[in-house]
């Protein structure tokens, strides 16, 4: 008996729910990006990126609530790409700062009307309201958390 309890209460699972909306948006907002080449992680960084001088490997796992490693790949895919600079820290080796380049710039400008267009579908979808509820909801369980 206990087991068919459990199974019901796995539908209101808040990490499965999260996870499953997680994987269908991100699908989406690839699927949305790959006439620019890039994909939801690799522009979200991009975006980041552009908006700070520089940024190391951790500072950037951190905002994005990442592993290092996780991040590592996707600058280095940036980086070949030739949309991002990689180089050492000069107060101390280990650390490596990322910053934007040009072409990560005019990417970035190519990939900025896809984003909102697939933001405006999403939004426009759930409705403005009940929108900014469900950011301030997936904000204050990550505090809670």
Known sequence: MAIRSSKEHLKDCACKNLRMTT???????????????????????LADI?????????????????????????IEILKKKGYVDVRQGEDDSRKRYI????????????AIPLWNNAQLVIEQGVGEEKFREFLDTLSYIQKLI
């Open 50 to 74: 552009s908006s700070r001088e520089s940024s190391t490997v951790g500072e950037l796992a951190d905002i994005f609530l990442m592993d290092q490693t996780t991040v590592t790949r996707n």
């Open 99 to 110: 910053s934007i380049t040009e072409s990560g710039f005019v990417k970035l400008r190519e």
């Open 23 to 45: 994987r269908v948006v991100t699908q989406y907002f690839d699927k949305a990006f790959q006439p620019v080449g890039l994909r939801a992680t690799q522009f979200a960084l």
